[in-house]
Structure formats: structure tokens, C-alpha cells
């Protein structure tokens, strides 16, 4: 018989604790939602309609793909360099609180306040005093079509938020110390953005998949560098609606930073892997508030890489996925499910459903600043033999930015692969810190205990990555 | 904006609770009571080959027990590998001749290490009877 862990007992403990302490402060998207610039635009402080609105509980207000992750928009680069460092951090309108222990350190009132509007550029006269402070280094030029009266012009005043072309990166290196210690390149991305007219944008992004058995490999694999995206898009749409075809990762579920989570490997969408590319078109919207995106895909056989660069190297099968949700500021909710069609030896069928939220309770009332997302996931796939095995998989994660820059977290994700298979069920507890001690360089680490059926097996290590990112 | 705060702690707690009680539920009601090859016997090949063995340990296993393993001086890996009895499984010969300890320890759940993800239920039974199939394997050929 399968036994329930006492890591929940645990787990319950610390959310508790954490949820009690009402000390902390919620970052990234749960910040977001307490930031008078999601809806407000300088220098006036005026409110764009609402079917003009870039707010960043929207992944595609940072992130260049509306499904989120990878490159940067210009706005969202901006966005983490004035909230997320410790240390020379950008001026910006932000309602924050002030999170430094006395004396040490920047106050986090990055931008003091006279009457309600922040302290910044209020007119034109006054721009050019902060213009480096929301300069964008690796933007140029300017789309044809766009004019200071075009819709969507970011909320970040004389910030190129739509450049002609943009370029980034993010690499990543980790360090794994348990019964062995590995040190290994993660990953390393090289973006490209070309937005040569209104409406169009070109998106190249090509990675270099850190291997584990090291840098030698890591850089004499051929296989190693790819096309993790590659599309084209239609977008900046009222209510941000948008259209996309190329290789993409189907809109799913919560973009989690951390692809090891059971709610993506157990569904083939661990976003390190090139096999989780598909070939595809995907459109929807992801307006203030409600979102929807809808794909349809081609893949490549589930036991086979696809051609690094040829993003038509497809097989017989095909996949669709929607995702759908209200992202407030305060909260979110969203449902997602995603389908494949394919023959058995290529992988069989597979049906994957999740539900997800999102808390900040920082909206709702100050200092309970804590950040809470949670997903439940369930789904068919075909085994070998032809027969369906049932999965069901949750994460659950809290953080709290102690400190500018100092986010701790805990994290707990739990997954039973098969449920008709005895013992094959495990959890992971995670606890750690994100430290973004300058602008693009974070250093994250955790430790992880694994809980297993067997009594033998569960096991803890410590890791951590060095992210750079521009 | 702002509600009252005691309304919003109840809210609030209301929500913590339900995400706890949803946790407990999920992990409390896991399923199964049989083994994978008592389910579905042709999950996996009744016959494994020492291919699809191979590309099990490569994938779960060299990044550390590398050709480089067994030392300090991380031998030729270029990761920083530091542990000293940590047998290679690079070869077919040296998996053969460890098979049956590898078996033992991803049965029991002591490797993959740490934290890392352990092996499926069909890679195990692929291991399992390959090994009770006496190891059959280009370096192994009339076990």
C-alpha cells in the first residue's frame, strides 16, 4: 500500500508559518499587481483604455512570447532591472514597501513620492534627466508604423519599449552537491527580436543545452545549440491579442522558472529538452484581465530529438492546447489542457488537464507580503503496450522577498506517475533563497529533500545556479 | 482597493487552508498496489536489450559515473566530480559486471542521489529483466 508522506505534515508547518508571519513581500507577477504602473503611463499618469493596457501580471508585457518566458521585452527588462536587483536598481514609480533593515543598505522607496505621483519624469522638460535610468542598451531603432500616439507604448515614458531590433541573453550555470558534487553548464540563450513593422515581430531564440557530463560536451555536441523558438508573430492587438507560428512550447499551465517541476516533466514539457518544441500556430489574447490561447502543433516523435535547426522536422502526430484564465491584481486562476495524436511507437495518445492560481495578498491588504501559486495536474498516456496509466501531479510554491533583491522560498511538488503502480509516487520539499544582487545576476539556491515509497531512498542535496541575463 | 483586514485574514486563511487540505488529499490518496509488471506486463520488451539499457544508465547515470569516476583528481571528467569509490558505467563491460548492484539501487530508491529524479517504472523493469535475462549484451554474448 502507498503511504502518505509526512512531508505534507511538513510542508503544511512552513505555509503556515510563513502565511502567519506577515513579513514579507511578494515579487515578480504578485508585485505587479500592487505597481501603479501597470495601469498608469508617464509622464501624465494618465490610464490607457483598457483594451490598450500592458500590465505585467501578463507574461507578454516582459516577455516577447505572450505565453511567457525566454527573451525580454524591452518594458520588462526595464521592469527587473527598478524591482528585482539589491543594488542599482532603476528609478520607477513603485507603492513598495520598504524592506531593508534600518540602516543597511538602499531603501526600496526607489522613487519617493510628492503628493501621488512618484517622483520622475512628470513632462518632457524633465525626461531627459532619467533618460539613462530607463534606457534600454540593446534596443534600436524604430518599427515603421509607430508614432508617440500608437497604442501600446508601454508605460515606461521615453523607455524604446518597441524597438526594431532587440537582442539578449541568458546563461546559466549550476552546481548540484550531494553523494557526488557536479558543476555544469545549464544553459545558455542568445535572443533576437526583429519588430520591423507595427504588428509584426520576427523571434529567434537559439540555445545551447548545458550537458551534465560536461563542458567538453556541452560545446563539442553538435546537437547541443538550437532553435528553442523560432516565430513569427502578429501581435499588440487590442486586448493584446496576438497570433504566432513557429517552434514554440505550447501555452500551458503555471511558466514556471524551474523545469524540473513534476507538473511539466511528467507531460513532456520540461522546457529544457528540445523534444517539448513543437511546430505550430498558437493565438489568443492575454488582455487586462481575462487571457486565452489557443495552438495547434505538429511534433517530433516523442523517443527522438527534432533537427536542431530545421524547425519543420515533424512527425505523423499532431497536438492541440488551450489555456485559459483571469489574471486580477490580487490573484489569478486559470485551466489548461493539451492533447496529443500520434501513433504508439511514436509516443501514443496523451490527454493532460491543470488548473492553476495565484495569491498576492499584498493587494488585498499591506504587509502580508507573501506571493502563493499552486497547480493540479492530471492526465492519460499510452503506455507501450497500448493501455492508458493515469497521472496526477501537484506544485505548490510561497515566496517572500525578505529584502530588496533577497527573495526566500519553499516549494513542494508532489507526483504519482502511474496510479495503479505501487510505490512509484515521490515529493520534493525545496527551500531556498534568490538573491539578485545587481541587475541580470541572480543566484538561486535550494536545498531539496526527496521523499520516496521506499524507505531507503528519500535523500536531500543542495543547488545552485548563477543566472545571467540581459 | 483595501478591504477590511480581518476580513481579509479570514479570506485568506480560508484560501491557505483549502490549498493545504487539497495538498494532503492529493498526497494521501495515491493508488496502485501492484507492481508495474503485475498491471501491464508489455509496458516494456519481455526481452530488453542491452541498448535500451545502455541508453537508461547514459541518460540516469554517467554524468556521474563517468570514465572519470574513482578518483579524486576527476580522472577525465571536467565536471568537478569528488567522490573516490564511485564505480564507471561507460562501458558495456563495466555495466554488465555492475548490473546487479545497479539494479539493487535504483529498486531501492538510493540512485539516482539527492534530490534527483529517480527512475521510471519502466525503466526499472526494462533493467530488471534484462538482468534476469542474464545480461545479455555485445560484450555479454552467451550469458
Not at chain 1, 503511504?3 to 505534515?9: E, K, L, M, S, Y
Not at chain 1, 493539451?338 to 504587509?367: C, E, H, I, K
Amino acid at each position: 500500500m502507498k503511504r502518505t508522506h509526512p512531508i505534507v505534515a511538513i510542508v503544511a508547518g512552513v505555509l503556515l508559518a510563513l502565511a502567519r508571519s506577515a513579513l514579507a513581500t511578494p515579487q515578480y507577477a504578485a508585485q505587479a499587481g500592487r505597481t501603479c504602473d501597470s495601469c498608469h503611463i508617464l509622464p501624465d499618469w494618465d490610464t490607457p483604455k483598457l483594451a490598450h493596457q500592458k500590465r505585467n501580471m501578463s507574461c507578454g508585457t516582459c516577455h516577447v512570447d505572450p505565453a511567457g518566458g525566454g527573451m525580454r521585452t524591452a518594458s520588462g527588462r526595464y521592469y527587473g532591472r527598478a524591482t528585482l536587483p539589491m543594488i542599482a536598481t532603476s528609478p520607477r514609480p513603485q507603492d513598495d514597501w520598504d524592506r531593508n533593515f534600518p540602516g543597511v543598505g538602499r531603501r526600496d522607496k526607489a522613487t519617493p513620492y510628492e503628493s501621488y505621483l512618484p517622483v520622475g519624469p512628470k513632462n518632457l522638460e524633465q525626461a531627459p534627466a532619467y533618460r539613462d535610468s530607463i534606457d534600454d542598451k540593446w534596443a534600436w531603432g524604430t518599427p515603421k508604423g509607430m508614432t508617440p500616439d500608437t497604442p501600446f507604448p508601454g508605460r515606461h515614458f521615453k523607455l524604446n519599449n518597441d524597438p526594431m531590433l532587440r537582442i539578449g541573453g541568458d546563461f546559466r550555470f549550476a552546481a548540484l552537491f550531494s553523494a557526488s558534487s557536479l558543476v555544469f553548464p545549464m544553459q545558455a540563450d542568445v535572443h533576437t527580436a526583429v519588430h520591423p513593422v507595427h504588428h509584426a515581430t520576427l523571434l529567434m531564440n537559439v540555445g545551447a543545452r548545458g550537458q551534465s557530463s560536461g563542458y567538453s560536451d556541452t560545446i563539442d555536441d553538435s546537437h547541443t545549440p538550437y532553435f528553442r523558438e523560432l516565430f513569427a508573430m502578429t501581435h499588440e492587438w487590442p486586448y493584446q491579442s496576438y497570433a504566432k507560428a513557429g517552434r514554440f512550447v505550447p501555452a500551458f499551465g503555471l511558466k514556471l522558472d524551474d523545469h524540473t517541476t513534476r507538473t511539466r516533466r511528467e507531460f513532456e514539457l520540461d522546457t529544457s529538452l528540445p523534444e517539448t518544441r513543437v511546430l505550430g500556430v498558437e493565438a489568443g489574447f492575454v488582455a487586462a484581465y481575462p487571457f486565452f490561447q489557443a495552438s495547434y502543433f505538429k511534433m517530433k516523435n516523442k523517443f527522438e530529438e527534432p533537427d536542431p535547426w530545421d524547425i519543420f522536422d515533424v512527425d505523423d502526430g499532431w497536438g492541440t492546447a488551450f489555456n485559459a484564465g483571469w489574471r486580477d491584481l490580487g490573484w489569478s486562476f486559470g485551466a489548461s489542457a493539451l492533447m496529443r495524436r500520434r501513433p504508439l511507437d511514436q509516443g501514443g495518445d496523451t490527454d493532460t488537464y491543470a488548473v492553476y492560481a495565484s495569491l498576492n495578498p499584498w493587494y488585498f491588504w499591506q504587509n502580508i507580503p507573501l506571493t502563493l501559486q499552486g497547480e493540479i495536474d492530471t492526465g492519460t498516456s499510452q503506455r507501450a503496450s497500448g493501455l492508458d496509466q493515469t497521472k496526477l501531479v501537484m506544485y505548490g510554491e510561497v515566496d517572500w522577498s525578505a529584502w530588496n533583491g533577497v527573495t526566500l522560498l519553499t516549494a513542494y511538488d508532489w507526483a504519482d506517475p502511474d496510479r495503479d503502480v505501487v510505490d512509484d509516487e515521490s515529493g520534493r520539499l525545496q527551500i531556498g533563497a534568490q538573491l539578485t544582487v545587481y541587475p541580470g545576476v541572480t543566484l538561486d539556491s535550494r536545498i531539496r529533500y526527496l521523499s520516496v515509497a521506499t524507505p531507503t531512498g528519500s535523500d536531500t542535496d543542495f543547488f545552485t545556479q548563477l543566472h545571467v541575463w540581459f | 482597493m483595501h478591504k477590511a483586514p480581518t476580513r481579509v485574514l479570514k479570506s485568506q486563511l480560508r484560501a491557505c487552508v483549502f490549498l493545504l487540505v487539497s495538498a494532503g488529499a492529493l498526497a494521501g490518496c495515491a493508488s496502485g498496489d501492484k507492481t508495474l509488471d503485475a498491471v501491464d506486463p508489455n509496458a516494456v520488451a519481455l526481452n530488453p536489450t542491452f541498448d535500451q539499457v545502455n541508453a537508461i544508465i547514459h541518460n540516469k547515470c554517467v554524468m556521474c559515473h563517468d570514465s572519470g569516476s574513482g578518483g579524486e583528481d576527476n580522472g577525465g571528467n571536467d565536471n568537478l566530480i569528488l567522490e573516490d569509490d564511485m564505480a564507471p558505467f561507460e562501458t558495456c563491460t563495466e555495466i554488465v559486471a555492475e548490473a546487479e548492484s545497479i539494479l539493487e539501487r535504483i529498486q531501492d530508491n538510493t540512485m539516482p542521489p539527492g534530490a534527483m529524479p529517480r527512475l521510471s517504472s519502466e525503466d526499472r523493469l526494462i533493467i530488471q529483466r534484462w538482468v534476469e535475462n542474464n545480461k545479455p549484451a555485445p560484450c555479454n554474448p552467451t550469458p
